[in-house]
């Protein structure tokens, strides 16, 4: 069974570039959620996709947007970046029952540095 | 605003001890109660769930206990080993998004 991966594992980025972050669900998740976790903090939920529709969204500006595919896989985007964007990029995958029974799996992270 | 808080940053325990993680949250409309586990590069791994139904859930050397009167949730560990030493995270649960605390990394003294 193929665990949730994550693409790139690091990245250096200027202030107002744009990014991209990559991520492959587990096999038979068809759940995948974004996650922001900058340094000393706990991770804050982005967005959550079910069937490639945006399925719920945490407090955050709209240059944060993604996409999943129909093999379940997704994208998070970010643009016009900022210093703050500056964190470790958390994908998490959970099983077609959903997330509510309390379970996700998390990838190893994208970190993102923006100088 | 946060939900879910973890008020100590660290802890050490020797090993063979308990250790006792702690978890505050303001929302009482939470439907479930978890804990993560997370190691030094590599993503949060979980470990133990309750519903907001139950008081007490228990796995091998995890037990996780929820006080609904005072928003307190708990996770003891016994005995610790050195290969529990993580970052803990508890987070909770309402509709499809998930609040975490802050972490507190525990570190088990052989």
């Known amino acids: 069974e193929t665990g949730v991966t994550q693409s790139p594992t690091h990245l250096i980025k200027t202030r107002g570039q744009q990014v991209t972050l990559r991520c492959s669900s587990q096999s038979g998740h068809n759940t995948v959620s974004w996650y922001q976790q900058a340094l000393g903090q706990g991770p804050q939920f982005i967005f959550q996709y079910y069937r490639e529709e945006e399925n719920g969204r945490g407090n955050f500006p709209p240059r944060f947007s993604g996409l999943q595919f129909p093999n379940y896989s997704s994208e998070l985007n970010v643009n016009a970046l900022e210093l703050d964007d500056s964190a470790l990029y958390l994908c998490?995958?959970?099983?077609?029952?959903?997330?509510?029974?309390?379970?996700?799996?998390f990838g190893e992270g994208s970190r993102l540095t923006v100088l | 605003d946060q939900q879910v808080k973890q008020n100590s940053p660290s802890l050490s325990v020797q090993e063979g001890r308990i250790s006792i993680l702690n978890c505050d949250y303001t929302n009482s409309m939470f439907d479930y109660f978890l804990w993560y586990k997370k190691y030094p590069a590599e993503g949060p791994t979980f470990l133990i769930s309750?519903?907001?139904?139950?008081d007490k859930n228990e796995d091998g050397r995890f037990t996780v206990f929820l006080n609904k009167s005072a928003k307190h949730l708990s996770l003891h560990i016994v005995p610790s080993q050195p290969g529990d030493s993580a970052v803990y995270f508890c987070a909770a649960i309402k509709g499809n998004q998930f609040y975490f605390g802050t972490g507190t990394s525990l570190t088990v003294i052989p």
């Open positions: 998490a995958s959970s099983p077609p029952q959903g997330p509510n029974t309390g379970e996700l799996f």
């Open positions: 309750i519903s907001s139904i139950k």
